[in-house]
Each structure stands twice: as C-alpha cells, then as structure tokens.
C-alpha cells in the first residue's frame, strides 16, 4: 500500500523515528529522514538502502529553527516534493523538576522542539498535501498528553498542546483528503531517558527496569497501521501502553528479565 509514496520522519536518528524508518521502508515507502544527527541519518539510509532497496533522502536540521525548515522543504528536488506522509516524532523531555525549581532552557528546548517545532514542519509540509488533496500527518503525542504526572508538567504540557493541534488540524483539513492521526504512546525504551537526565545513562537505565517497557518497534508498528488503512479511514487517535503501566503514574513492578 505504501510502495513509492514519500513519507517524511522527524527524529528518525533514534528511538521510534527509526523504528518508523525500518517500518515504513519494509512497506516500499520512499524515505525523507529528518534529525540533528547527520552521521546517523546517513548510517540508517546506508542500512535501508542494503536491506530493503529503500531511497532515502536526507534532511539534517533542527526543527525548532523555522527558516531552516521552511528552506529544507522547499529545496527539496521535484522527485522529492510530493511528501504523502509526515510523520512528526522530533520531541524530548528534559528533567522532572517541580515549576518552582524548574530550568527556562529546559522549557524552552521542549516547548520549542515539541510544539513548535511540529508546527514549523506541518506549515512547510500542508500547503503541497492539501494542493495535491491527498496526504497525512501523523503526529508523536504521549500518554504525558492525556494525564499528568508529578514534575512532569511542562513535558505534559507540551503533549497536551500536541493533543489540541490534531484536533485543531483535523477541524482546519476537513473538507480535504488530507487525514492527521495521532500516536499517544506511554513508556517507550529509547534515548529518550537518557536525554531527558542530560547523559545521566545510569539513571535513564532504571526507567525501564520496573517492568518491560514498549519498544520502538511497538510504536513503529502503530504509526504504520495508521498510515495503511484506506483513504477514508482516519484514526484519529490511538493510545498505546505497556501492559503493565494503566496510567502514566501507575504501573506494575513485576520487572523485566
Ligand atoms: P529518542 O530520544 O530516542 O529520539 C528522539 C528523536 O528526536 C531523535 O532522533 C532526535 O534526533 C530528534 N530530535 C530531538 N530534538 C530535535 C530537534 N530539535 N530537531 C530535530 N530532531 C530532533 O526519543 P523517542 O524515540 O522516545 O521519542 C520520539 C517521540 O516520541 C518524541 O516526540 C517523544 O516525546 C515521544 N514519546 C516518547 C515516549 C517514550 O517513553 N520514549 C513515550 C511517548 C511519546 P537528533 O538528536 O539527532 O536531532
Ligand atoms: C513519554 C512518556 O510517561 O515518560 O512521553 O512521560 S512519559
């Protein structure tokens, strides 16, 4: 269903973007892969190309930086143009630090990556989809967009921003062929620990001994089942959770082998 369709992934330099990567190239989609990382951006075409014949075009940027999405985009070369699916999954959380001690560059770095950067690259990217009448965005969000836990509260913040833009951008395409679906996702094992505790790998390690968490492929998958249901099919929402965690602040410690 997916052969020779392009299909756009922010962060696919790690975690779930390159599971989403490896998913979507198994299914014959053309790859635009879009992070900070070049060298890994490069290693994962090399590795996709190798396993699967897969085409992938680079696009090593920062989405919070608007002029360099916006000029990523547009440069893109006409066989590259015609994005049918973007999937916005650059985001990050920084500490778990209570409002009244928290860190402004922390804030600024999830606010900025995780909303507005998935703003500046839907504004790049929607125009050409809505042209064409045809496209997708499917949108990272988070059980952190659902319910709130303690010192988690700007990071929830920006999820729940994420939860009123697909909203949002569903109420402003309708009329369009083009669908936005959201993947809330709970605990995933990904860097993503390891960057919220600024390189602490010891610490990030211990989130994901309490019980087996969801792997990136778990969440891969997700994202791909949405992007394969036929044209009238929108699923708006799924949220997708260990079966041992039944709500962001509640889980079971059963451990993991
Ligand atoms: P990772 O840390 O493993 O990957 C994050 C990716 O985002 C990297 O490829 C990183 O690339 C990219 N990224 C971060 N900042 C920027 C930026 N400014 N510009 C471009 N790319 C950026 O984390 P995950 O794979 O877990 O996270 C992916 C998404 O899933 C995020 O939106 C996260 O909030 C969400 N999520 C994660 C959960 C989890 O438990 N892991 C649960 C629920 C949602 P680079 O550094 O090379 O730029
Ligand atoms: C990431 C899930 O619970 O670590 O969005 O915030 S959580």
């Known amino acids: 269903m997916l052969k020779d369709t392009i299909t756009l992934i922010t962060g696919a330099s790690a975690g779930i973007g390159t599971a989403c990567a490896e998913a979507f190239a198994r299914e014959g989609s053309r790859l635009i892969l879009a992070a900070r990382r070049a060298d890994r951006l490069d290693d994962l075409a090399t590795r996709l190309h190798d396993e699967h014949g897969t085409a992938c075009h680079l696009l090593p940027l920062d989405v919070r930086d608007r002029e360099a999405v916006a000029a990523a985009v547009a440069g893109l070369p006409d066989s590259w143009r015609n994005i049918d699916i973007l999937v916005n999954n650059a985001g990050l959380s920084r500490g778990l630090d209570k409002v009244q001690d928290g860190d402004a560059t922390d804030w600024n770095e999830m606010i900025d990556t995780n909303i507005k950067g998935l703003l500046w690259m839907s504004r790049a990217v ?6 064409r009448d045809r496209g997708h965005v499917i949108n990272l969000g988070s059980v952190a967009g659902h319910q709130v836990y303690p010192g988690g509260g700007v990071y929830c913040a920006t999820k729940f921003a994420v939860q009123a833009l697909n909203q949002g951008l569903r109420l402003d395409l309708l009329g369009t062929r083009v ?12 860097e993503f620990s390891e960057v919220r505790f600024h390189g602490d790998t010891a610490r990030a390690a211990g989130v994901y001994q309490a019980f087996p968490p969801l792997q990136a492929r778990d969440v891969a998958e997700t994202v791909l089942f949405c992007a394969t249901r036929p044209p009238h099919v929108n699923i708006q ?14 889980s079971f410690p059963r451990g993991v082998d």
Do not use: F, H, K, N
């Open 179 to 190: 669908r936005c679906s959201a993947v809330d996702p709970g605990m995933v094992e990904t």
């Open 237 to 250: 929402e799924i949220l997708v959770m260990p079966t041992d965690q039944a709500a962001v602040y509640a």
């Open 126 to 131: 929607l125009p050409g989809m809505i042209a």
